[in-house]
């Protein structure tokens, strides 16, 4: 069963405005760590912001904040003031740390963000 | 340190023929993960190692890929006997191993590998 939902195939956003990025996700393990990623078309995967499920206040990094709403396991990406460099796939990805002691991620499908001028 | 490297960047292959892939992680790090990522999608786990051992393969890695990582330093990835179906960008990551409890542990993908089988 897909752990990771991400719902917005694709998403346009005019310069400088904030977009919001979907994402809910299914776990049993009460400890777990939410994150969300940025693949450009150069195809690495660049660390935005980390959630993790004890956390009591919602994770900020720069112009990223991260809209975490435990009770309906939903992890919503905020980016401000977008800028044309934001242009990319993002990917919300989960860790459960009780049941997987190995450590992978479980990713989400991606939305693909284009920022127009 | 230059984070993790992935060789080659870019491979096409024909049908039918093998292909090896190389990693090589964060010194520091002993955990290294492939995953496989195919167009439009988020990538897939596919094999897991702490140190030299191997810990974890997924179903997807059928029995014409296997994965190694001599010494506990880099990884190679080698599909036998390639389909078109392999075609998909190959990531190497690494990380530290997490205290108990913790979430958050650094993880560092490379910039991939894409492979076109043709």
């Known amino acids: 069963a897909q752990k990771i939902t991400q719902t917005q195939p694709g998403m346009f956003v005019q310069e400088k405005e904030a977009v919001t990025l979907d994402c809910t996700y299914d776990?049993?393990?009460?400890?777990?760590?939410l994150f969300w990623y940025k693949q450009p078309s150069s195809g690495e995967m660049i660390f935005l912001i980390y959630?993790?499920?004890?956390?009591?206040q919602n994770a900020t990094e720069g112009r990223y904040s991260l809209n975490f709403q435990k009770a309906r396991k939903s992890a919503n990406l905020v980016i401000s003031a977008s800028q044309l460099g934001d242009s990319a796939m993002y990917f919300c990805?989960?860790?459960?740390?009780?049941?997987?002691?190995?450590?992978?991620?479980?990713f989400g499908a991606g939305t693909q963000v284009v920022v127009t001028p | 340190d230059t984070g993790v490297s992935q060789d080659p960047r870019h491979k096409i292959t024909k049908r039918g023929q093998n292909v090896t892939f190389r990693c090589d992680p964060i010194?520091?790090?002993?955990?290294l993960y492939w995953y496989r990522q195919t167009l439009g999608q988020g990538p897939e786990f596919l094999t897991y190692f702490q140190n030299e051992a191997q810990l974890e393969k997924s179903r997807l890695l059928s029995d014409r890929f296997s994965a190694e990582r001599p010494k506990g330093s880099f990884s190679t990835l080698e599909i036998q006997r390639t389909e078109q179906g392999d075609s998909a960008m190959y990531l190497c990551?690494?990380?530290?191993?997490?205290?108990?409890?913790?979430?958050?542990?650094?993880?560092?993908f490379g910039s991939g590998t894409r492979l076109t089988v043709v």
């Open positions: 990805a989960m860790r459960e740390v009780t049941t997987d002691s190995w450590g992978k991620f479980q």
């Open positions: 959630q993790g499920s004890y956390d009591q």
């Open positions: 010194s520091e790090h002993n955990r």
């Open positions: 776990t049993s393990d009460p400890s777990y760590g």
């Open positions: 990551a690494s990380s530290d191993h997490p205290s108990p409890g913790q979430g958050f542990v650094g993880y560092t």
